[in-house]
């Protein structure tokens, strides 16, 4: 089926510094989206993209969808304490029929050194 | 978005039992989908749970061992069968609200399970 790389796999900055991680797929996706899951918690929609090459903002979030539809990069700017968490990426996928569902990235831990 | 609840938030659980989940939504959604999440993994989608139909069980998932009701618009549940050790996980559930945005899922906020 259609899969997600995701990278780094994890990442250890200091507080201030900024952030990249990106997704790659060998198939196209008509929708990226990026998720943060904090420890115990569900998955936090963060930003959800839906035409190629469109870069969206929330907050010092900003995220990309790539203009071959391969791949998407989630950029975080002046990294706080709070960013703490898992970050993954997700897309659909057909799933029997007229059916979809998401398929999702092995995830980015970001750690964040105060 | 929507307000997404989940009972119980985690339990302990002996090896041989079941446990239903239930997730309620403040609002109708068209789709309802379940998740797995075991530690230090990303999700596994266990089943797509339409209103009013049959769910729909992905690869390596069957319903003897997680049947899922969802008998309304704002409501469903999943029932981990004969429980052993290998099904601790999260367990998610989440949505795609009527009206928004296609593909897009918002999420529970999960049960921990731990079978012993």
């Known amino acids: 089926g259609q899969q997600l790389n995701q990278s780094p796999q994890s990442m250890f900055i200091q507080e201030g510094e900024d952030v990249s991680m990106n997704c790659t797929s060998s198939?196209?996706?008509?929708?990226w989206l990026w998720y943060k899951q904090d420890p115990g918690e569900g998955p936090v929609l963060l930003i959800a993209?839906?035409?190629?090459?469109e870069l969206t903002s929330n907050g010092r979030l900003t995220a990309q969808f790539g203009i071959t539809r391969k791949d998407s990069f989630l950029n975080i700017s002046a990294s706080i304490p709070s960013d703490v968490g898992i970050y993954f990426c997700?897309?659909?996928?057909?799933?029997?029929?007229?059916?979809?569902?998401?398929?999702f990235g092995k995830g980015t831990l970001l750690t964040v050194n105060p | 978005s929507a307000v997404i609840s989940q009972k119980p938030s985690r339990d302990i659980c002996q090896r041989g039992t079941s446990l239903t989940i239930q997730c309620q939504v403040d609002?109708?959604?068209?789709?309802m989908f379940w998740y797995r999440q075991q530690p230090g993994q990303s999700l596994t989608l266990i089943a797509t749970a339409n209103q009013g139909s049959e769910a729909t069980y992905e690869s390596g998932f069957v319903i003897d061992k997680f049947p899922i009701s969802r008998p309304n618009l704002t409501f469903s549940t999943l029932t981990v069968s004969n429980m052993s050790p290998e099904d601790s996980s999260i367990y998610l559930c989440?949505?795609?609200?009527?009206?928004?945005?296609?593909?897009?899922?918002?999420f529970g906020p999960g049960t921990r399970l731990t079978v012993l």
């Open positions: 993209l839906y035409k190629a090459g």
């Open positions: 997700a897309g659909p996928v057909l799933s029997g029929g007229s059916n979809y569902k998401l398929t």
């Open positions: 198939s196209i996706f008509n929708t």
């Open positions: 609002s109708q959604v068209t789709m």
């Open positions: 989440s949505v795609e609200i009527a009206g928004g945005p296609a593909d897009t899922q918002y």
